[in-house]
């Protein structure tokens, strides 16, 4: 007769004070970039459909959207990276949340689900947190 392995343990790489820290600064940075990604989209259809920029002063409005979009994904990614390594879920999973910052609207269903997804395993794995 064999024996079946034992099942491996869930492990976090933080408390839950950490994690739920790391949760929530991703959450600011999903509906920032969420923001600015709709704000990006509104100036690309004004641009091209329409061929409008907007304009104060000498500061086009139109490229400042896209720099200001561009690095706060970056520090989207950021957020996304701590999070996901310390709740130590896949490297899809990785992928699926970075979508968020890319995808029209994605980031604000993304956040919720995965807010949701940090407090679940919080609470069903109390014994998964990392103890110092």
């Not at 091209?48 to 520090?75: C, K, P, Q």
């Amino acid at each position: 007769m064999t024996q079946q392995p034992a099942p491996r343990k869930r492990r976090f790489a933080g408390t839950p004070a950490q994690i739920r820290s790391a949760a929530t600064f991703y959450k600011v940075l999903a509906y920032a970039t969420g923001v600015m990604l709709l704000l990006l989209c509104i100036e690309m259809i004004a641009k091209y459909a329409f061929d409008f920029e907007a304009y104060v002063g000498s500061l086009n409005l139109s490229t400042t959207v896209l720099i200001v979009h561009g690095w706060m994904y970056v520090v989207y990614l950021l957020a996304d990276f701590n999070l996901w390594s310390k709740m130590r879920w896949p490297f899809s999973r990785f992928i699926t949340i970075a979508l968020g910052g890319v995808v029209p609207l994605l980031s604000f269903f993304m956040e919720q689900k995965v807010h949701g997804e940090v407090e679940r395993e919080l609470r069903e794995h109390p014994e998964a947190a990392k103890r110092y």
